[in-house]
């Protein structure tokens, strides 16, 4: 009896050694998996990243390269650096600089900026802070008009601006700004604002603040970084604009930097493509600049609102 | 106390104004315009539904239209797929996650970018970059811009290269998931994968929605990639619809062929859209909380 009581203890024992140990070869393996699961997890992380850089970082490296050497080596460190890619595409073939072109785009883009800014703000505190007869159409209306395709648009407004002698000046391209035309702004602002408390607004309304000095004095300072965002994003997309100033600028002196880049590349039969690609990089510091000192305002900005891109 | 009730509309009226001239009139004009003839020269004449029959007869419009297509569809799956796979390996505990995500997302932000348009021409040229990197592994050159076949994934490349937009989107979406959720379901002994598509997807399906509906809209207008980097070549094989109204509005100044053309594209893309809404609820789940 008493043997077979030791004997049924010591299965049991045995059983539960095993159980424990094959517990603890799983706990083991899923470590290890977890720990794989992350290898693998970096690595294509890693992976994307270089897809994702690696062109970038080439192009800045080309630009020093010889017009030889850009096209035999697939490392991005010149073997030697030169700089004529720079010298000679910054004179362009024709008879203006980059100089001209880059002025031309700061025209261009520093009054488009600050008109979005404050039009869309005046816009989105209207429609975030106020009840008035038919809000609700009105604002079906702009979310509808985010969704319009812009190129149904473009040829009548074309004529419109033939009309009105607009053609070959900066007008077509900056004045739609100050009516709050892009509605992605006005409802990443008006989306902002609402999740601003009123009870500030409120309290100076008892004091005796009118509707433009709650705006003024206490909407915008809370408002800031949502008008960055707007500023940030309205600087890249004017710097990248194309379609645009191809349709109304006729003439080269009134170039902005996009379309002096495409023209270079179209100007002679054979392509200096170091020159090319030195200014391209020229094109992009700005935007470069601007992305990595206010990274956080894009994302906060693209978050909120769910922006194109 | 009068103007209190009008306050509002003061301030949205410079956007009201702007709506009327920049976006209403137009947008009426044009429809008005394709049904004429106008050159610029000589005042639009009437004519009827000349415009939409003659469209439908060119062989040009066929191929732009069919290139346009296979554009769209290549491009915003694959784009949307990406930034989803992507975000979702972000959303693990990832050190590092602000450097990837903005690696990742510089490319959309420059992607609008002219140079970006002509580091692509360049890289994929024939004997560009990516030729010298699969030459090192010893495959033969390929013809990326050269050859028709190729020539139109490649211009597609360049914008699923930028998926970072959708991306920061969904990643931003996926955050909002509670942990909760995950772990009942990890105690039920579900798999990874039965995870991803039962709760993850569905739980994000408005943003998935949402981005769908933009990069559609986005697809369907471009422009710059193609116009820069083939100018629609080789053969018409990346011969864009807004390559081709560009063409006829603004090249030979067909005003009224032109607006015909982009009333079309317009119907096209609302038709998507008006699809891709009705499609809403048998897929896209929303919960009664505060989004």
Known sequence: ?309 | MKLKKYEGVIYILPWLVGLMIFTAFPFIASFLLSFTNYNLMSAPSFVGLDNYRTMFENELFKKSITTTFIYVFVTVPLKLSFALFIAYILNFKIKGVNFFRTAYYLPSILGGSVAIAVLWRFLFSDSGLINLIIGFFGISSISWLGNPRYAIFTISLLRVWQFGSPMVIFLAALKNIPESLYEAARIDGASKVSIFFRITLPLITPIVFFNFIMQLVQAFQEFNGPYIITGGGPLYSTYLFPLYIYDNAFKYFRMGYGSALSWFLFIIIMIFTLITFKSEKYWVHYDGGDE
């Open chain 1, 1 to 309: 009896m008493k043997a077979k009581e030791t004997k049924q203890k010591q299965e049991t024992t045995q059983v539960n050694n095993a159980i424990l140990e094959n517990d603890l070869i799983l706990r083991k393996r899923r470590v290890r998996r977890t720990k794989i699961n992350e290898g693998i997890r970096y690595a294509i992380l890693a992976i994307v990243g270089l897809f994702m850089l690696y062109p970038l970082v080439w192009l800045v490296g080309a630009s020093f390269k010889s017009n030889a050497e850009i096209f035999t080596s697939i490392g991005f460190l010149p073997s030697e650096f030169d700089f004529s890619g720079y010298v000679r595409g910054w004179k362009t073939s024709t008879e203006y600089t980059f100089t001209t072109y880059f002025i031309n785009t700061f025209k261009i883009v520093i009054p488009k900026v600050i008109l979005t800014v404050i039009s869309t703000t005046v816009t989105a505190y209207g429609f975030a802070r106020f009840k008035f007869a038919g809000k609700k159409y009105l604002f079906s209306i702009l979310i509808a008009t985010l969704l319009l395709p812009n190129v149904v648009l473009r040829i009548p407004q074309y004529l419109m601006f033939r009309e009105f002698n607009w053609l070959d000046t900066y007008k077509p391209l900056i004045v739609p700004a100050a009516f709050a035309v892009d509605a992605f702004f006005v409802f990443m602002m008006i989306q902002f604002m609402k999740g601003i408390p009123k009870d500030l607004e409120e309290a100076a309304v008892i004091d005796g603040c009118n509707s433009l000095q709650v705006l003024l004095y206490i909407l915008i300072p809370i408002l800031k970084p949502a008008m960055i965002s707007v500023a940030l994003f309205q600087f890249m997309w004017t710097m990248n604009d194309f379609l645009g100033p191809l349709i109304y600028l006729s003439s080269v002196k009134k170039y902005p930097v996009s379309i002096a880049l495409k023209m270079s590349m179209d100007a002679s039969a054979l392509v200096q493509w170091n020159q090319i690609i030195a200014m391209s990089v020229i094109v992009l510091i700005p935007s470069l600049v601007v992305f990595f000192i206010a990274q956080k305002h894009f994302v906060d900005g693209i978050t909120t609102s769910g922006l194109k891109g």
